[in-house]
């Protein structure tokens, strides 16, 4: 199994940035891919995740109606776009996945890792 994350970059505060995630390597259809993210000095955190089969969502509060991930079943990638970046948007992203029957944030749940791809929010 192979994740790939790619996209991050420098963006303003109040601008966008779109990541992707491509993955490689599943026996199954079925899994859930997560976007995970951890700044300087904190603790990783979950960001988003969706259902590869049927596109179920879930997001934590902190980026709800500023971020939005998508997937793309033919290419097996997963979007997560960000708009309205915050400084505190910044930090290393990873993309994770599962194949546990659960839309969870919590990173114990998760056994596959791509590296990461950083994001900086700065004017």
């Known amino acids: 199994v192979q994740l790939q994350a790619s996209g991050g970059g420098l963006v303003q505060p109040g601008g966008s940035l779109t990541l992707s995630c491509a993955a490689s390597?599943?026996?199954?259809?079925?899994?859930?891919i997560g976007w995970f993210r951890q700044a300087p000095g904190k603790e990783r955190e979950g960001v988003a995740c969706?259902?590869?089969?049927?596109?179920?969502?879930l997001y934590a509060a902190s980026v709800r109606d500023r971020f939005f991930i998508s997937r793309d079943k033919e290419k097996d990638t997963v979007y997560l776009q960000m708009d309205n970046l915050k400084t505190e948007d910044a930090a290393l992203y990873f993309c994770?996945?599962?194949?546990?029957?659960?839309?969870?944030?919590?990173?114990?749940?998760?056994?596959?890792w791509g590296q990461g791809t950083l994001v900086t929010v700065s004017s």
């Open positions: 390597g599943f026996t199954s259809d079925y899994r859930i």
């Open positions: 969706i259902s590869r089969s049927d596109g179920r969502t």
């Open positions: 994770a996945a599962t194949d546990a029957p659960i839309i969870s944030l919590q990173d114990r749940y998760y056994p596959h």
